[in-house]
């Protein structure tokens, strides 16, 4: 069903919840791992998740159609991962090297690591990229993650962010810079 159709099923009081079902039907899952691939743990995904769709709920009625809705709800789903990023930061008083430890903490207990011989296998190496994910900025791993793993436009991220075209691809190609720096220095001191 597309995203109309949903919106019009929604505006009728008869079948709203019926159409809010659908919605979360269909963007669940990738809300949950565009949420986790920045909050790292499961379980605060699955809250950020839960949020994300309360929030829906409560502003569906005042969505005007400006956006895709799926932007928008990218865009909210974003928004609770920054919040609850900056939150913990505040809450425990931590420097962002303290929060990176404690999501590269999760990330390694998380993982399935095994060596294998000297050619590294497909978890090492996935290891790696997501260590050099965590090293980089909120925003700029955000950017990364939409247009790298969700394979998003520049066009759709910008509408989620509210950050110009030619922003993103800057802060992209050095998050691949950081990331590719970062890479090359582990396996020199592998």
Aim: a negative charge; hydrophobic letters at 35%.
């Amino acid at each position: 069903m597309t995203d109309e159709e949903i919106l019009v099923k929604y505006r009728d009081p008869s079948s709203r919840n019926y159409a809010f079902n659908l919605l979360v039907r269909k963007y669940q899952q990738k809300i949950y791992w565009h949420i986790r691939k920045m909050v790292i743990d499961h379980d605060d995904a699955d809250d950020l998740v839960q949020e994300t769709f309360i929030k829906v709920w409560n502003s569906l009625e005042q969505f005007r159609g400006d956006s895709q809705l799926y932007t928008w709800v990218y865009r909210i789903a974003t928004n609770e991962c920054l919040n609850f990023l900056n939150k913990k930061r505040r809450r425990f008083f931590l420097p962002i090297g303290d929060v990176e430890g404690e999501l590269m903490e999760k990330l390694e207990s998380n993982a399935a690591y095994v060596t294998s011989g000297s050619e590294p296998s497909g978890e090492e190496v996935q290891m790696k990229l997501q260590k050099a994910l965590l090293k980089l900025p909120d925003k700029q791993r955000l950017v990364f993650n939409m247009k790298y793993f969700d394979d998003m436009k520049y066009e759709e991220i910008s509408e989620i962010t509210g950050t110009s075209v030619g922003a993103l691809k800057a802060s992209y190609h050095l998050a691949v810079k950081k990331i590719e720096d970062f890479i090359t220095k582990t396996d020199t001191t592998d």
